[in-house]
């Protein structure tokens, strides 16, 4: 079992920055990969970013250049450096860890972040 726990979001306005953070409990998170998920007021949950347990990296299109997923497994802990902020990347932000091999998935509770003048 991995326990998550996000912190860092927050209200920010248009342009500025956060960084949201995950810490994994219980298991080392060393051989998952990771993901970022993000789900606005009535759409969707969609893929942010990804960093695989080989330390490749994937960004959703409307993030590309502004967001930075990273992760540092000596502190059992995964990153979303989140720049350039718009007010469309309003939404409640998600960790998620998955090991395929052994079918493992989990969650982190989920951390709000709104960007707003």
């Known amino acids: 079992q991995v326990q998550l726990v996000e912190s860092g979001g927050g209200l920010v306005q248009p342009g500025g920055s956060l960084r949201l953070s995950c810490t994994a409990s219980?298991?080392?998170?060393?051989?998952?990969?990771i993901n970022w998920y993000r789900q606005a007021p009535g759409k969707q949950r969609e893929l942010v970013a990804t960093?695989?347990?080989?330390?490749?990296?994937n960004y959703a299109d409307s993030v590309k250049g502004r967001f930075t997923v990273s992760r540092d497994n000596a502190k059992n802990t995964m990153y979303l450096q989140m720049d350039s902020l718009k007010p469309e990347d309003t939404a409640v932000y998600y960790c998620?860890?998955?090991?395929?091999?052994?079918?493992?998935?989990?969650w982190g509770q989920g951390t709000q972040v709104t960007v707003s003048s």
């Open positions: 998620n860890v998955v090991w395929k091999f052994l079918g493992a998935n989990y």
């Open positions: 960093v695989t347990s080989g330390g490749s990296t």
């Open positions: 219980g298991n080392t998170i060393r051989l998952y990969d």
